[in-house]
């Protein structure tokens, strides 16, 4: 229970710092680039998923 509130304390707090991060100018860049990489990989991962159902079902119009 102890280990369960310090994760929770530390995620407080990390919320906390980076939402006072994000206040400044450098800040609104790193999260901004952070948000790009992260939409490239989600999007790489769904075209690789819908690739590979297609080729599962023996579709080749995907």
């Known amino acids: 229970m102890k280990n369960l509130f310090l ?6 707090i ?3 710092v980076a939402h006072q991060f ?5 800040g609104r860049r ?7 990489r992260a939409k490239t990989f989600r ?11 297609a080729e599962l079902r023996g579709d ?3």
């Open 7 to 12: 994760v929770t304390v530390g995620v407080v």
């Open 14 to 16: 990390g919320f906390a």
């Open 22 to 26: 994000n206040k400044t100018p450098e």
């Open 30 to 36: 790193f999260f901004g680039d952070l948000d790009g």
């Open 43 to 53: 999007a790489a991962v769904v075209d690789g998923y819908k690739t590979r159902e």
């Open 60 to 62: 080749q119009a995907a």
